[in-house]
């Protein structure tokens, strides 16, 4: 819906950890995938996150107009918030 003016806005989805997983090692400038966690932004004030769940396996819409995108901090300009692997506790 964000680029397609055909389809319709879906409205609290769900998505699997192993779907975005399998999207992520598909590109073709990724060799491999180490130490994958999704967590799920529930709400935030700024870049402050006010409610989180982490390492989840299904993220789902919170509510029944909840939409699923990726993350994006306007503030910052970060986008899909990725740590180094030297952080990861895996």
């Not at 491999?32 to 996150?49: A, L, P």
Request: charged share 25%; glycine share 6%.
């Amino acid at each position: 819906w964000a680029y397609d003016t055909q389809v319709d806005i879906s409205f609290g989805g769900k998505i699997r950890k192993s779907a975005i997983l399998n999207f992520v090692e598909e590109r073709p400038y990724v060799d491999y995938v180490t130490c994958f966690k999704m967590n799920q932004v529930i709400s935030r004030n700024g870049s402050v996150h006010t409610n989180i769940k982490s390492d989840i396996e299904i993220a789902e819409g919170s509510t029944s107009r909840s939409l699923l995108v990726s993350y994006y901090d306007e503030k910052s300009g970060v986008k899909h918030h990725i740590q180094s692997p030297a952080t990861c506790e895996c």
